[in-house]
């Protein structure tokens, strides 16, 4: 079954979109991200030059995983959502921007 990404980018940012809205509590500047600066583990290994599947395995035990805690990552049902901070916080500046 292939998964049609862009489709699947649209909803997740709705998604969060939608929690945003919903969200009763006022965060700060820097506790909020803007939305393109939140990627799909795929798309991040892509911009960051790295293998598939590397974003996903840092994120269930490596470095990422502390960042799940921090509200830097998290998990929408079978898809990872990195931060743009988090990425160059553990994997540098991207390669392919």
């Not at 990627?39 to 490596?62: F, H, K, M, N, P």
Request: net charge positive; charged share 35%.
């Amino acid at each position: 079954m292939k998964i049609d990404i862009d489709e699947l980018k649209r909803q997740i940012k709705a998604e969060v979109i939608k929690e945003i809205h919903q969200s009763k509590s006022v965060q700060s500047d820097e506790q909020m991200f803007r939305l393109n600066e939140v990627y799909t583990a795929q798309e991040a290994e892509q911009l960051w030059g790295l293998y598939d599947g590397a974003v996903r395995q840092s994120c269930i035990r490596g470095k990422m995983k502390k960042y799940i805690e921090k509200g830097l990552v998290r998990k929408s049902g079978r898809i990872w959502l990195v931060t743009a901070q988090a990425m160059r916080e553990v994997f540098g500046e991207p390669k392919n921007e």
